[in-house]
């Protein structure tokens, strides 16, 4: 068997993983991806075994290989990862962020503003368990990686940037969905105004060339962000049933957006 073959479907597979285009708990099928790249399902099992070994994919007995989901440990700790790498960034990018930068990322935020007025007018009209609202959120969720992303950007280490997409940070914060279900018997709506003034803090120490500030702010958002996703992960793992869009995660198509984003932004560092 050629190892180019089987090195052809390893990386294939692996990018799909990276990418977000294929998530914990998806089943691989040898024989659907061998049509996807052109090459028998031989290889492609070759390269299964190799991803299942490095810890990327486990077999079910009977049942088949699957993308191995992350457990919680390993999500809080990418959490902490994240929150050590942006609040270490974010004090660099205040001193050093050009007025190009600043722009993009005021952009971004104004952006978010405008979001957080359509989510409420969708939660007033009495949108918010109807498909409607779960677009809106979408939107709101790769204009805040963008956000993050620019920010990472103006801090200028290529470093940070490649670890970050090396341990799929983003992917993992952002290709999930973060309303957290305890917000819900509230205000939708006002959880992302509160969502947006953390952001907003964000941007003005960064303006005001604040790098403690900046420091803070990010802080606190990662703080928030963390409660947040963990309760989102608790309270998935609790149910047996998911029948509103809005207690479901984001399509694989939304994923695979954050993984185009991140290597788009990666390109751009070099």
Not at 170 to 193: K, V
């Amino acid at each position: 068997m050629s190892s180019s073959l089987k090195s052809q479907a390893y990386q294939h597979i692996k990018g799909l993983i990276s990418e977000g285009a294929l998530s914990g708990g998806d089943k691989l099928s040898p024989v659907e991806i061998g049509k996807e790249i052109g090459v028998s399902h031989i290889p492609v099992r070759e390269a299964i075994s190799r991803l299942e070994s490095e810890g990327f994919v486990v077999n079910v007995d009977r049942q088949g290989s699957f993308v191995r989901k992350l457990e919680r440990r390993e999500i809080e700790d990418l959490i902490g990862l994240r929150e050590m790498l942006e609040v270490a960034s974010i004090g660099k990018a205040a001193r050093r962020v050009g007025a190009k930068e600043l722009d993009e990322i005021e952009e971004c935020l104004r952006e978010l503003e405008t979001l957080v007025g359509l989510i409420r007018q969708a939660e007033e009209a009495g949108d918010r368990d109807n498909r409607t609202m779960v677009p809106l959120l979408g939107r709101w969720m790769l204009v805040d990686l963008a956000f993050h992303l620019l920010l990472l950007q103006a801090a200028g280490n290529r470093e940070v940037v490649k670890l970050i997409a090396d341990k799929q940070i983003m992917i993992q914060m952002f290709g999930r969905r973060t309303d957290s279900p305890e917000a819900w018997s509230h205000s939708l709506a006002d959880w992302y105004a509160a969502n947006y003034q953390v952001h907003e803090d964000i941007f003005s120490a960064v303006r005001r060339r604040d790098a403690k500030g900046a420091r803070r702010a990010m802080q606190e958002h990662n703080g928030r962000a963390r409660e947040n996703l963990l309760a989102r992960l608790d309270w998935l793992d609790r149910q047996e049933a998911q029948d509103s869009p809005l207690s479901r995660e984001f399509p694989a198509s939304i994923q695979q957006l954050v993984g185009d984003m991140q290597r788009s932004f990666l390109e751009t560092t070099r």
